[in-house]
């Protein structure tokens, strides 16, 4: 049970460029979220989904588009990359609502952009 | 809105001696309380967490906490440290489980002194 993956582990990008991080679930979770981490800041949460074809905006969601066509997989898009979003990314997945409700984490994404 | 403030960004404490990481939280409902571990270069494992029912929570590695509504606390705490527990703590809350993602403290750094 591979849990949550996210591709690719490292990442170095110019300004401008554009890419797409993937991150995919094999629990069936409804459930979906992509968070930046960013020194002395915790993680903070960029968009989530509640399952397919439902997005919405977390905290910072300004710089990246989210689409959720299928259950399992879940691609944060950057359209124009920034330094300021030099960070690392994690995608969480979670089952509902209710006691069943732990976020489980890949293992993150680091990205540069120069 | 929901807020974590987790006090205090390194907390240095020698082999054996007691764990008190602190945590508190605003919400304007009965929130769920989580706190989370993340060792260096890897993704963020769930320590334990609060639904509803015992205010005493139990959880992995000997970590257990305690939630407090009347001083909407929710500190983690363990008996004795040990060397591998040095990582970085996060407390997160949320209002509906995780469903609309989680809102984290800025974290907490354990140092272990042998």
């Known amino acids: 049970n591979a849990g949550v993956t996210q591709t690719p582990k490292f990442q170095v990008l110019k300004t401008g460029q554009s890419m797409t991080l993937q991150c995919a679930q094999d629990m069936n979770h409804e459930y979906m979220s992509w968070y930046r981490q960013d020194p002395g800041m915790g993680l903070r949460l960029i968009h989530y989904s509640v399952g397919a074809g439902i997005t919405d905006q977390g905290e910072v969601p300004n710089g990246y588009n989210v689409s959720r066509s299928t259950t399992e997989d879940f691609p944060l898009r950057l359209l124009s990359a920034a330094p300021s979003q030099t960070s690392v990314y994690f995608c969480?997945?979670?089952?509902?609502?209710?006691?069943?409700?732990?976020?489980?984490f890949g293992q993150g994404t680091r990205l540069t952009v120069v | 809105a929901q807020s974590v403030t987790q006090l205090g960004s390194h907390v240095s404490v020698s082999e054996g001696a007691l764990v008190l990481l602190r945590c508190n939280y605003s919400s304007s409902v009965p929130p769920y309380l989580f706190w989370y571990v993340q060792y260096p270069n890897q993704g963020l494992q769930l320590l334990l967490k609060?639904?509803?029912?015992?205010?005493l929570v139990k959880g992995i590695n000997g970590f257990e906490a305690e939630f407090k509504k009347s001083e909407t606390s929710f500190h983690l705490t363990k008996p004795s440290a040990h060397m591998s527990d040095a990582a970085e703590y996060f407390c997160?809350?949320?209002?509906?489980?995780?469903?609309?993602?989680?809102?984290f403290g800025k974290g907490t750094h354990l140092i272990i002194q042998p």
């Open positions: 609060y639904t509803t029912g015992a205010t």
């Open positions: 997160a809350v949320s209002d509906q489980g995780g469903a609309d993602g989680l809102t």
């Open positions: 969480a997945s979670s089952y509902s609502q209710g006691a069943y409700n732990e976020a489980f």
